[in-house]
């Protein structure tokens, strides 16, 4: 059985769409995570460059807020 452009198939396709879905949700989740923490000591090691001393726990809750993103994204 061929499907769209002749590539095989995929038998029940439609019915892992909601399995599909939740495996996104969870991996975009999970990605976001991790990604405000690598911001987080990315932009640590400049403030810490430039002077800030506050610790990395006060930069990662900057980066958590929406007012950085906004103005440095």
Same mark, same amino acid.
């Given at each position: 059985? /061929?499907?769209?452009?002749?590539?095989?198939?995929?038998?029940? +396709?439609?019915?892992?769409?909601?399995?599909?879905?939740?495996?996104? !949700?969870?991996?975009? /989740?999970?990605?976001?995570?991790?990604?405000? !923490?690598?911001? +987080?000591? /990315?932009?640590?090691?400049?403030?810490?460059?430039?002077? +800030?001393?506050?610790?990395?726990?006060?930069?990662?809750?900057?980066?958590?807020?929406?007012?950085?993103?906004?103005?440095? +994204?």
């Amino acid at each position: 059985m /061929l499907g769209l452009f002749g590539a095989p198939a995929i038998p029940f +396709g439609a019915a892992m769409a909601p399995l599909l879905a939740v495996g996104v !949700f969870v991996g975009v /989740l999970i990605g976001g995570i991790i990604g405000v !923490f690598i911001d +987080g000591l /990315l932009l640590h090691l400049w403030v810490y460059l430039v002077g +800030g001393r506050n610790g990395i726990g006060e930069t990662i809750k900057a980066v958590m807020g929406v007012t950085p993103s906004f103005l440095l +994204g």
